[in-house]
Structures are given as structure tokens and as C-alpha cells.
């Protein structure tokens, strides 16, 4: 992932917004940064929105693909960007754990297969 530069905005949600490399970031108040798959002409709508919060809610959330969670894959030692949350399908002693795409393709974790896979949660 690049590094996008976040400029603050004023929003009773929103935090800071950034836009690099077709990815709109979106960095709540409560400091978790999510990236969102959007064409530049979405996020400038987002950026101009005099309610950035209902925006978001109504334009993005839900809409565009997640693609950056802020979360690093849990399948050590894979370091890339985590996108879902994964359950194992035949061992409920394992939480949920979070796995990027190329994991996610393999269907294996820590050498468990499994196959109940959902977005993370927005
Ligand atoms: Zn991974």
C-alpha cells in the first residue's frame, strides 16, 4: 500500500480523508482508517459533501469494495493488508482472524483450511 496523505476535514465521524492510487481512505474519529475502491470524481463528491458523515453513509459505506482495513493478515508471516474476516469451518476454538487476499485464495491458515469467509465489518 502507498502512503496517502490524510487532510483533516470537519465531520461529526470523519476525521481526515485521502485518496491515493484509486483507493479513497477514510480515517474515523476514532482513529481506524479504512480504504474504499472509488473513482477520484466519488471521493471529490466525499471531500465537498457538507455532510461528510451521511455521505459516507449513503455513497460508500456498503457500496465500494474495502481495500484497505488497517489491519496487517494474521497468517504469520504474511504481511500484506488484511481485507476479511475469516472463521474456520471445523474449528470454533479458533476465533475470527483476519486475512488478506492472497490467504484468502490459498484457503489455508496456520494449515486449517477453511471457508467461511465475510468483509470486514464496516
Ligand atoms: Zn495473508
Redesign the pocket.
Known amino acids: 500500500m502507498a502512503n496517502p496523505i490524510y487532510k483533516p476535514v470537519e465531520s461529526s465521524n470523519i476525521s481526515a480523508l485521502a485518496y491515493d492510487g484509486a483507493i479513497g481512505y477514510v480515517q474515523f474519529n476514532n482513529g481506524r482508517r479504512f480504504g474504499y475502491t472509488m473513482p477520484k470524481s466519488l471521493f471529490d463528491q466525499l471531500m465537498a459533501a457538507k455532510s461528510k458523515g451521511s455521505f459516507f453513509a449513503k455513497a460508500i459505506k456498503g457500496k465500494c469494495d474495502v481495500a484497505f482495513t488497517g489491519w496487517k ?1 494474521d ?1 504469520s508471516p ?1 504481511e ?1 493488508d ?1 481485507i476479511y474476516v475469516g472463521r474456520p469451518a471445523n474449528d470454533p476454538s479458533i476465533l475470527a482472524f483476519k ?2 487476499r ?2 484468502t485464495k490459498e484457503g489455508r491458515f496456520h494449515g486449517i483450511n477453511f471457508s467461511v469467509i465475510e468483509d470486514i465489518k464496516r
Do not use: F, K, T
Open positions: 493478515c497468517n504474511c500484506r488484511a486475512v488478506c492472497e490467504c
